[in-house]
């Protein structure tokens, strides 16, 4: 029997998602959280199958039980919520696991079995976080910084005579603004690269030189080209972590 499998990372501002048939991603992007349950249905019932697992990470628990409430009801869909009916097991020296949010387990619970130790996870989304794992696979800590698009709309909103309500661009047209929307954009973009940059080489002098980096997340890939000592990106971690727990505990 043919699998299949839809992988639902929420976080806090957008959710990602990708859908898996017989282990290979056929789809994959962002989605607005109230179209989850449509979206659901509509994989649910093509290709001729009337079954669907649904496994779900999430920091937004409202969010989360809105899903469970639209899912459950959908015959033929099985749910699988990180946190609820699915534990996320790492090894950590963490002083409070609980308060560590499905999002880092699970990307840590996929890097551990995915990717050369020791190992630095760096995901960029509302918040930044970077995730140190030893060689060991133990998870021993990390940071949380306000992600690039929260600071640059949070610099318009804080500052009267800025722009309001910017979106992150992919790239800045130069590496010195010549208005003042440019210098915010060029200041973000330039700013975070060299900030991942600087605390990549500290990781490094901490835990050693053979120390690798994954970064994911929406904002990875515009922080990639501005930032030098990232090696390996992958916006599809999330996901991939998220059947690598199912196929280990659900299948």
Not at 86 to 104: A, E, F, Q, W
Not at 136 to 162: C, D, H, N, W
Request: proline residues 4%; contains cysteine; glycine residues 10%.
């Amino acid at each position: 029997m043919i699998k299949r499998i839809l992988a639902i990372d929420i976080g806090n501002t957008a959710a990602t998602v990708g859908f898996y048939e017989g282990g290979h991603l056929l789809d994959f992007g962002s989605i607005y959280y109230n179209d989850i349950p449509k979206y659901a249905i509509k994989k649910l019932k093509s290709g001729g199958y009337n079954y669907l697992d649904v496994i779900i990470s999430s920091v937004f628990p409202k969010i989360t039980d809105f899903l469970k409430k639209e899912l459950r009801c959908v015959n033929g869909v099985k749910l699988w919520v990180c946190g609820g009916n699915l534990t996320v097991k790492i090894r950590h020296n963490y002083s409070d696991y609980n308060s560590l949010g499905c999002d880092r387990k699970v990307n840590i619970y996929g890097a551990v079995r995915m990717y050369k130790l020791p190992l630095l996870i760096i995901d960029y989304g509302t918040a930044i976080t970077f995730d140190y794992v030893d060689a060991k696979g133990v998870f021993k800590g990390g940071m949380i910084i306000p992600g690039p698009e929260t600071s640059l709309r949070a610099l318009g909103q804080r500052a009267a005579l800025l722009p309001k309500n910017l979106r992150l661009p992919s790239k800045t047209g130069s590496f010195l603004g010549r208005n003042t929307r440019e210098c915010m954009e060029s200041g973000i973009l330039e700013g975070y690269g060299a900030m991942t940059d600087e605390l990549i080489q500290r990781f490094r002098q901490q835990y050693g030189k053979n120390l690798r980096v994954l970064a994911t997340g929406g904002f990875a890939g515009h922080i990639r080209p501005y930032a030098r000592n990232i090696q390996i990106v992958d916006p599809q971690h999330s996901v991939k972590s998220l059947l690598a727990l199912w196929r280990e505990h659900c299948a």
